[in-house]
């Protein structure tokens, strides 16, 4: 079966460093990944997606993310963290019968 | 355009009580789905629908039911609100064939509590 693991739950980084959410897949076949973001009270919206057409995939905001087959992640970055980037962040797998299986989140916090 | 609406947005229900959570799109996808999120974790599937009329559960349906009479609305039915069913509801829907991937647009979200 295809799963996403997140392994961190909460991410603080300080405003202007580097951001790393890490998401590792399990897949038996080339997958589509996406990472979505939830703001408070707000629905998911789609960062960036991977189809196996390239593998950095640049997303909205800033953001990008590595597909690496040997190392089974998806790692999401951006350069620079801005205040408004604090939000709960989902590596998302797509199974074969067309149904998205979520990863349990990130909360990443931002600090001035 | 509006994308995918939820309403209400809030709702508080006494056990046993019945409700129909709305969705509907405005962009003529024919996929859609209804998630329901808990704190701490992703979003599990209950339904989804690949057009009007097709239904089918996901891994989380027991207690809900769903149908799809036209495009645009996939309505979530609780029949006999529990307490278990405490959570924050999305619905979804996406374009494409069946084997696209194509991103799923999702709504706010309805935040329901059983007491």
């Known amino acids: 079966a295809q799963s996403v693991t997140q392994l961190d739950s909460h991410v603080s980084v300080s405003e202007g460093t580097p951001v790393l959410l890490r998401c590792n897949y399990s897949s038996s076949y080339s997958p589509s990944l996406f990472w979505y973001v939830q703001h408070p009270n707000k629905g998911l919206q789609l960062l960036l997606k991977?189809?196996?057409?390239?593998?950095l995939v640049k997303g909205i905001n800033g953001f990008e993310a590595e597909f690496k087959k040997s190392e089974t992640s998806f790692h999401l970055t951006k350069p620079s963290a801005h205040m408004s980037d604090a939000a709960e962040y989902f590596c998302?797998?797509?199974?074969?019968?067309?149904?998205?299986?979520f990863g349990t989140g990130t909360r990443l916090l931002v600090s001035p | 355009n509006a994308g995918v609406t939820q309403t209400p947005k809030f709702r508080i229900l006494k056990i046993g009580q019945s409700m129909t959570l709305q969705c509907t799109q405005d962009m003529n996808h024919n996929y859609m789905y209804w998630y329901r999120q808990d704190p701490g974790m992703g979003l599990k599937l209950i339904y989804y629908?690949?057009?009007?009329?097709?239904?089918d559960k996901g891994e989380v349906p027991n207690g809900y039911n769903v149908s799809r009479s036209t495009t645009e609305d996939f309505p979530l039915r609780l029949e006999l609100a529990a307490p278990s069913q405490t959570s924050v509801y999305f619905c979804a829907s996406r374009t494409g064939r069946p084997t696209s991937n194509q991103p799923q647009h999702f709504g706010d979200g309805t935040r329901l509590s059983i007491l």
């Open positions: 998302v797998v797509l199974t074969g019968f067309q149904k998205l299986v």
């Open positions: 629908s690949v057009g009007a009329g097709i239904t």
């Open positions: 991977y189809t196996s057409a390239a593998t």
